[in-house]
């Protein structure tokens, strides 16, 4: 299931996720609800598979922005 898979790389990522999404391109912006976010984050319940997958997606827009602000994320290596 997506879910489980995503509800996993949440889980072993939760710091850096939470560094991303909180001090990125969308929190600075005002884009995203930093509070429900953060709710998220710290819910640890292993019925959020559907949450965890909204932040997976909103990572993948914050990498987006930030490959055209020309910042490549700390940790994670550039795409080829």
């Not at 930093?34 to 949450?51: F, H, K, S, T, Y």
């Amino acid at each position: 299931r997506p879910d489980s898979f995503c509800a996993e790389i949440v889980d072993t990522r939760r710091r850096e996720i939470r560094d991303r999404l909180l001090d990125g391109h969308l929190a600075r912006n005002s884009l995203v609800d930093i509070e429900a976010i953060e709710r998220a984050l710290d819910n640890r319940a292993p019925n959020m598979g559907v949450e965890k997958v909204r932040l997976l997606t909103l990572l993948e827009v914050e990498a987006w922005a930030s490959s055209w602000s020309g910042q490549i994320p700390q940790g994670l290596p550039p795409r080829a």
